[in-house]
């Protein structure tokens, strides 16, 4: 039986049935389906003056994600396929694996932005990384509505700790892939391409989305849980958004904004048109955690003031537990 040639359209729809099954086997695989997680609140800290930002903009800042607090977040990542690549040196497919360690560093730095939420609404590393030491708030939004909010796309992506289960879902997700490719090997001319190289190309990019949802043991306090926007020339294209800059001590940031679809309104309404029932969603905001270096009485009265002036009704406002003064 003649091979078939390989083309880009072939390539391409190689790609999406790979994708596709990856997709359909995950949930059902015993290894894979740890990366899925539930919660019913996610927690966003910010200053007095971050809050009044996000609920009148109805946005928030999006950050590049190779500059986020943990400045060796990808690193960690990239080391933790090369101890997976470790684990399985004793498969048949050792050339394919070595090709993975030899062109790990081919990865791109990712052009993905990201917000980040935590499932814990009041903590201590928290309070102090991002809650503007104890005087800021944390914001409760209704997990299943936050998303949905927006008016582009967002992925979402529970953030794993525990380095055994990130080890198990790299060497996972390595055996799957191989295993797709071998299936289909002498299906193709591969047109003189290195067969073994082609793949460890496309685990390690695959890989690379995988690995943005690993931090260190380290950070396991923070709960993290992110919204994602991808930037890669597929469903969204550079151009797209602007990409805004600011300066820290240290760095000039890449970040750019999302806002959602009451936000998008606002933007192109006439300044008399009334405000339509249905296709608008707020964001889900259902609660507020007032820090623990805030006169807990007279801030919630502003607070309070201030939600009813924006529409918001019915948002829990409480103190936060922590013991923490400064």
């Given at each position: 039986m003649e091979k078939e040639t390989i083309t880009n359209e072939t390539w391409t729809e190689i790609q999406g049935n790979l994708f596709q099954e990856l997709l359909i086997n995950s949930p059902k695989n015993e290894k894979?389906?740890?990366?899925?997680?539930?919660?019913?609140?996610l927690f966003h800290y910010t200053s007095l003056n971050g809050f009044i930002s996000i609920i009148e903009t109805q946005s928030f800042y999006c950050t590049n994600v190779n500059f986020l607090n943990d400045s060796k977040e990808f690193k960690y990542g990239e080391e933790?396929?090369?101890?997976?690549?470790?684990?399985?040196?004793?498969?048949e497919n050792s050339s394919i694996l070595e090709k993975i360690k030899n062109n790990i560093e081919l990865q791109l730095k990712s052009d993905k932005y990201v917000t980040c939420f935590s499932k814990e609404g009041d903590s201590l590393s928290q309070w102090r990384a991002y809650g503007n030491d104890?005087?800021?708030?944390?914001?409760?939004?209704?997990?299943?509505?936050?998303t949905e909010s927006f008016d582009k796309y967002l992925t979402g992506s529970h953030i794993e700790y525990d380095e055994k289960t990130q080890l198990e879902i790299i060497e996972e997700f390595i055996r799957l892939i191989i295993e797709f490719y071998k299936k289909i090997e002498d299906k193709y001319n591969w047109n003189g391409q290195d067969f073994n190289n082609l793949v460890s190309k496309v685990i390690i990019k695959f890989l690379n989305n995988v690995i943005h949802t690993y931090k260190h043991p380290s950070f396991i306090d923070?709960?993290?849980?992110?919204l994602q926007l991808e930037i890669d020339g597929n469903l969204y294209k550079k151009g797209d958004f602007d990409i805004l800059f600011k300066s820290s001590e240290n760095l000039i940031i890449p970040y750019t904004i999302i806002k959602?679809?009451?936000s998008a309104y606002l933007e192109t309404k006439e300044p008399n048109e009334t405000e339509p029932i249905f296709g608008l969603k707020r964001l889900p905001l259902n609660k507020i955690i007032i820090?623990?270096?805030?006169?807990?009485d007279i801030v919630k009265i502003g607070l309070e003031q201030f939600l009813t002036n924006k529409g918001y009704e019915n948002v829990e406002i409480i103190k936060s537990e922590v013991p923490?003064?400064?």
């Open positions: 894979l389906n740890k990366r899925f997680g539930s919660c019913d609140t933790t396929i090369l101890k997976a690549v470790e684990n399985l040196k004793t498969n104890g005087k800021g708030i944390s914001l409760g939004f209704e997990f299943s509505d936050l923070e709960k993290e849980y992110r959602n679809s009451y820090g623990p270096n805030l006169s807990f923490y003064r400064k």
